[in-house]
């Protein structure tokens, strides 16, 4: 069974935190490295946080020093710790393995984030 259930969004002011988790099943989660991707409206989908299936991450320059990816892998579960949130970072976030393709894998819903000026 295939599943991904992201939670956590909201609407934050400028300078805000907020955390997102996601729930993975087994087969997307369990080996892979896994991120969280986020498409704005009229932009294309990017990948702003990884981290492998040993914790290692890397993250986007736009999001690097505010932005924590984690997971715990017990849980198949992986978050996202956002601090000092800007406009920019308004999207819809969605997490998924590393290499998805954006047409042609299984997404789940996403989270909305809204990061008012």
């Known amino acids: 069974q295939v599943q991904l259930v992201e939670s956590g969004g909201g609407l934050v002011q400028a300078g805000g935190s907020l955390r997102l988790s996601c729930a993975a099943s087994?087969?997307?989660?369990?080996?892979?490295?896994m991120g969280w991707y986020r498409q704005a409206p009229g932009k294309q989908r990017e990948l702003v946080a990884s981290?492998?299936?040993?914790?290692?991450?890397n993250y986007a320059d736009s999001v690097k020093g505010r932005f924590t990816i984690s997971r715990d892998n017990a849980k198949n579960t992986v978050y996202l710790q956002m601090n000092s949130l800007k406009p920019e970072d308004t999207a819809v976030y969605y997490c998924?393995?590393?290499?998805?393709?954006?047409?042609?894998?299984?997404w789940g819903q996403g989270t909305q984030v809204t990061v008012s000026s």
């Open positions: 998924n393995h590393i290499g998805a393709s954006t047409m042609y894998s299984y």
């Open positions: 981290i492998t299936s040993g914790g290692v991450t």
């Open positions: 087994g087969l997307i989660f369990s080996g892979n490295a």
